[in-house]
């Protein structure tokens, strides 16, 4: 009888599984009661992580360490903060300990002073362009009046200061027609848009004032040869001399 009730306790009995229970592909212990299965399921249920194909001739590619971690943290919502002790429900916020602090503002500063250094040297003592206008030129010349009125200026500085030579830079006239196409240039025309002539409108303009003028010229040439034909007519004929003293 002993013997019957010892083996009865050395039988394990399997606990019955949950309503709506699917067995997992990962390995389960039906037989630990603390063995509860996440409601995502198990790591090694998950699918792997993959790119998204881009196209259509690219391939989805093999995820990266780095991401199969990723994910499985995502899906066990799991963080490496811990739980905040003084408000329930919330993270530490881990703040980051500077253990170099004097070099990262010693190099913080003296990257500053180098940069501005080269800033104002380049923009009060080098000489842009020859001498010659540029944008510059008054931060340069602001400088040798400054230094004009403490130590002096050599010649070539003086002539910078009084005498500064021309930046050289010619500005020409390009039509509109040589780069703009003539459907984006024109508009279209309305009683409130009119576009601006162009220079065959311009050339039209002029030819057609040029006709109007030869032809007023025409007939003011006209006009004084019917009114000098008409002066004659109007003159009074002289009498014939039949001889010549007489």
């Not at 230094?147 to 006239?173: C, F, M, T, W």
């Not at 220079?199 to 030819?207: D, G, P, S, T, Y």
């Given at each position: 009888m002993v013997e019957k009730d010892k083996s009865e306790e050395l039988e394990i009995f399997r606990r019955a599984n949950p309503a709506g229970w699917t067995p997992p592909k990962a390995p389960y212990n039906p037989y630990d009661p603390t063995d509860l299965r996440p409601p995502g399921g198990y790591p090694s249920e998950f699918k792997i992580p993959g790119n998204q194909p881009l196209g259509f001739l690219s391939l989805p590619k093999n995820p990266t360490q780095y991401k199969k971690v990723n994910e499985t943290m995502k899906r066990l919502n799991y963080t490496p903060r811990p739980m905040s002790e003084l408000y329930p429900g919330q993270y530490k916020v881990l703040r980051k300990v500077d253990t170099n602090q004097r070099l990262n503002t010693g190099s913080r500063w003296f990257g500053t002073f180098i940069g501005g250094a080269v800033v104002f040297y380049f923009a009060f003592f080098h000489r842009w362009n020859d001498g010659k206008e540029n944008v510059m030129s008054d931060f340069y010349r602001a400088r040798l009046?400054?230094?004009?009125?403490?130590?002096?200026?050599?010649?070539?500085?003086?002539?910078?200061?009084?005498?500064?030579?021309?930046?050289?830079?010619?500005?020409?006239?390009?039509?509109?027609?040589?780069y703009i196409p003539e459907d984006m240039r024109k508009t279209k025309e309305g009683q409130f848009a009119l576009n601006r002539p162009?220079?065959?409108?311009?050339?039209?303009?002029?030819?057609?004032?040029?006709?109007?003028?030869?032809?007023?010229?025409?007939?003011f040439d006209q006009h004084k040869q019917y009114a000098e034909t008409l002066l004659k007519e109007s003159e009074p004929e002289k009498p014939k001399k039949w001889f010549k003293w007489f």
């Open positions: 009046r400054l230094q004009e009125r403490i130590i002096g200026i050599s010649d070539q500085e003086y002539n910078d200061l009084y005498h500064p030579k021309d930046a050289g830079i010619v500005v020409k006239n390009v039509r509109d027609t040589d162009s220079q065959r409108h311009v050339l039209e303009a002029q030819r057609i004032q040029q006709e109007q003028e030869e032809q007023m010229l025409r007939e």
